[in-house]
């Protein structure tokens, strides 16, 4: 097809979309298929031995070291199982440092001498696989020559049947490591800086009297995304590769009515969303809320909490699960952190709280938080935790794609403060006065219509502005992109907090031992924590510019870009942190850092090639066909005596000298020797690429305002934001 008729013929095919066979029986209860495919707790009760099944759940329950005598009983009633449930192949799942998901899949069924088979699959397979460790990013962990890695069976988190209309296979969640047994995953680190956060909190609960239950941090992701029409997206080449457009005038209409935030839902994304929650309620994964997000053409699912580990694989899945489903529906999922310029990108908040099953969560106020000495300490932790290692958070959320999300007034700043409301924001500064006597309490709103309840307020206000904000029981990190894992700031998080919560318990134990009132410790230790580490406290508007000078005064990091944040892995403070609480080593946290080098250079690498590409192939030539069209008409008209208007024909001559020049300084840059080392390479990547892309988008974008619509090649945004 040239010219356009390929968007025309995108825009026909959405016009003549069909819904997909439903998905839904008549007598299927949503209730009753929850986790119906999780071999789960309720399943190794039923299926396993008693004292096999008591075996696995002290793991799962109280990290007790899993008796790998207990492997075989549990492979073989997961095999039948999953035969059960249609399955003919198996596969560990694991999340390398790719930031996606990895599976390789082996068949139950070994032949026999009779020619039949014989399903198998012992204990040894359900504990250990050997994928190849070179063939992943690692950072310089592995050479070519070097390629064994193995994957290990993480018992904390359940394994389950995916389902495929042409068969099932079982999916064992795994860790993934070297042969050495340095991390290549996003898993084993996470399970790592895990057991170090609770080690610690025990401690603390232990001073306050209490016998506790395993501690575990718990996440709850918000995952926002947009919907758009396949049709359109094979129509872009930069959706179909980078997952974003690289080209795209702002449309007449954008987001400015605020009309799409928690509208209607469109008819044919409910019936993905439906679709979807089916198959995540059948994988027991707890969807909770769904809703229009703010730009059109954007959506979010929030699933309920769950311990990190848990939540870090439902959260990969889900994604797995968004982008096949909407490709039923004949849509395309983009997670990317901003796919559309002008409009709100996407983000994915963790909510993160810590807790156990005794004491419950541990970061729950109370209706008088003042009176809560335990509370107040795991709080102040999270204030030092978060002012001590700002850096090391905002590495966390570090990539190509959250550059351009993170400081827009769509998403916090990269400034990592603190919200605390105006509850607990009084109540710490009376404490770093000397003792909080009193709290801020809830109130009462009445609406003035007779026939509404009356109802009770919070006492204190939300900020959207914040990056870590205190939501009631919970902080919620707002800066992780939605294309992430979770696993990462989950890592960095545990470990901090770990960190955070020896300082408090070492200090309070030393202090009781010297013969100190265990509330005069408390009260001396909160006071010293919120007058050393007040600073990252901001209830304000995060997106003003006044903040920007505030908070350099106040001596907090601005990290603006991924190659700004990302040497915050290698700082001496950080390799002394993650080495003393094991989660990783100095060369695990320096291949993380060249990992993160090497996306963030190969992102920009393939966006400005395919830049290069469609500028010169798509762009120019309908810009070609349109001023030839005008110069036809100027001559034709002076052929024929009448004044010709050059204003038309100036207008496009002008951007398309442009867009030449611009083009012709992409190739040379393209052309041009970036450097050997990563780290030039990507100082490069950003310096040099990202704005010679900026003025070829820049000039492309100004020819889309003036090419005659019948001859622009490239699906608009009001097209793919607005035809769904």
């Not at 001498?113 to 399903?119: L, Q, Y």
């Not at 928690?262 to 198959?279: N, Q, Y």
């Not at 600073?535 to 350099?552: L, M, R």
């Amino acid at each position: 097809m040239g010219g356009n008729d390929a968007r025309i013929q995108a825009i026909k095919d959405v016009e003549a979309y069909v819904p997909p066979a439903v998905s839904f029986m008549a007598e299927e209860k949503p209730g009753e298929i929850f986790g119906e495919n999780v071999f789960s707790r309720a399943v190794m009760q039923q299926r396993l031995p008693k004292s096999v099944f008591k075996s696995v759940l002290a793991t799962i329950e109280h990290t007790a070291p899993l008796d790998p005598l207990v492997a075989d009983a549990v492979a073989s009633a997961m095999k039948d199982w999953a035969l059960e449930k249609g399955a003919t192949h198996y596969a560990h799942v694991f999340y390398p440092l790719t930031g996606l998901t990895a599976e390789k899949h082996d068949s139950f069924f070994e032949p026999i001498g009779d020619g039949g088979a014989i399903a198998e699959f012992a204990g040894k397979t359900l504990i250990q696989g050997e994928p190849d460790a070179s063939s992943f990013p690692n950072g310089g962990l592995r050479n070519t020559f070097e390629a064994r890695g193995y994957t290990g069976w993480d018992v904390t988190s359940p394994a389950y049947v995916l389902e495929n209309p042409n068969g099932n296979t079982l999916c064992i969640p795994t860790v993934f490591v070297s042969m050495t047994g340095e991390a290549l995953d996003h898993k084993t680190p996470l399970l790592r800086s895990q057991q170090a956060m609770a080690d610690h909190a025990e401690r603390i609960l232990r001073l306050f009297g209490h016998t506790p239950a395993r501690v575990v941090s718990y996440c709850g992701p918000e995952q926002e995304y947009f919907l758009v029409d396949r049709h359109f997206v094979l129509a872009r080449p930069d959706l179909l590769n980078a997952g974003r457009t690289l080209f795209g005038s702002k449309p007449p209409k954008g987001q400015e009515f605020d009309d799409h935030y928690f509208g209607a839902i469109p008819e044919r994304v409910l019936g993905f969303m439906l679709d979807t929650e089916r198959a995540l309620f059948k994988l027991g994964i707890p969807a909770k809320t769904r809703h229009n997000e703010v730009a059109p053409g954007q959506f979010e699912i929030a699933p309920m909490f769950e311990r990190a580990n848990v939540a870090s694989d439902h959260q990969q899945l889900l994604m797995t699960t968004f982008k096949s489903i909407a490709r039923k529906h004949g849509m395309e999922c983009l997670f990317h952190e901003k796919p559309f310029a002008g409009v709100n990108g996407s983000g994915k908040h963790v909510n993160f709280s810590i807790g156990n099953a005794t004491e419950g969560n541990l970061l729950l106020p109370g209706d008088n938080p003042h009176d809560n000495a335990q509370f107040l300490v795991f709080c102040a932790a999270v204030i030092r935790a978060v002012h001590k290692y700002a850096g090391l958070l905002r590495a966390s959320v570090a990539s190509a794609s959250n550059d351009h999300r993170l400081g827009a007034n769509e998403a916090p700043p990269a400034i990592i403060s603190i919200f605390l409301g105006d509850q607990l924001a009084g109540v710490f500064e009376q404490i770093a006065l000397g003792a909080a006597t009193s709290s801020k309490s809830k109130g009462r709103l009445t609406i003035g219509v007779d026939t509404l309840p009356v109802l009770p307020t919070d006492p204190g206000d939300r900020n959207r502005t914040s990056p870590f904000a205190f939501t009631g029981n919970r902080f919620e990190f707002r800066a992780p992109g939605s294309m992430q894992t979770v696993a990462g700031p989950m890592v960095t998080l545990n470990t901090i907090m770990a960190e955070a919560l020896d300082h408090i318990a070492t200090e309070l134990e030393a202090a009781v031992a010297a013969g100190t009132d265990f509330n005069a410790a408390v009260q001396t230790v909160l006071t010293e924590i919120i007058n050393t580490h007040g600073a990252v406290v901001f209830n304000g508007d995060g997106y003003s510019e006044k903040w920007q000078v505030e908070a350099a005064e106040r001596g907090l990091p601005n990290l603006r870009t991924t190659l700004d944040a990302l040497p915050e892995l290698v700082s001496p403070e950080a390799m002394e942190l993650f080495e003393k609480y094991k989660v990783f080593n100095h060369r695990e946290m320096h291949s993380r850092y060249e990992i993160g080098l090497e996306h963030y250079t190969l992102t920009i690498g393939v966006e400005a090639r395919l830049t290069h590409e469609i500028g010169a192939t798509v762009v120019l030539p309908a810009a070609v066909r349109y001023q030839t069209e005008l110069a036809v008409n100027v001559g034709a008209l002076k052929a024929a005596g009448v004044d010709a208007d050059l204003a038309s024909l100036e207008t496009v001559t002008g951007p398309l000298g442009d867009l030449r020049a611009a083009l012709t300084t992409l190739g040379a840059a393209l052309a041009a020797d970036a450097g050997e080392e990563p780290l030039e390479e990507a100082t490069y990547a950003r310096d040099v690429l990202l704005p010679a892309m900026a003025a070829v988008r820049t000039a492309a974008d100004a020819l889309e305002g003036v090419v005659a619509d019948d001859l622009w090649p490239l699906p608009t945004y009001q097209e793919m934001l607005y035809i769904l």
